[in-house]
């Protein structure tokens, strides 16, 4: 083999180790930069789920909270029925406590 063909051969080996070496480092580059893409995605849907966790959770609670002041009210009303029904009702047995005074 003529040192010519040689110097090429050895020219061709050279280009292609550097081509491959570029191609890793850029390989490299790509996969460094996809994992810093996810986990940016990663930490905004994190965020993202966080706060529509707690918009749910103020929901909830302020349906809670209609649902507590309506029984509240509808306990109110039924205790004043309640009195009102009990007070009717104290002549009633003040009457019948005297009459049975009475008769002993």
């Known amino acids: 083999m003529s040192m010519e063909a040689i ?3 050895t ?3 050279n280009k292609s180790r550097a081509e491959k070496a570029e191609a890793e480092a850029k390989v490299k580059q790509a996969a460094a930069e996809a994992e810093r893409e996810g ?5 905004k849907t994190r965020h993202e789920a966080a706060e ?6 103020k929901a909830a609670e302020e349906r809670a909270a209609r649902t507590a002041e309506e029984i509240a009210k509808r306990a109110e009303g039924e ?3 309640l009195r009102e029904v009990a007070r009717g009702r104290l002549d009633e047995a003040a009457e019948m406590i005297v009459g ?3 008769k002993s």
């Open 39 to 43: 986990q940016a995605l990663l930490k």
């Open 7 to 9: 110097r090429q051969i």
């Open 11 to 13: 020219e061709v080996e």
């Open 79 to 81: 205790s004043s029925a």
């Open 100 to 102: 049975r005074v009475v």
């Open 52 to 57: 529509a966790g707690k918009e749910l959770l």
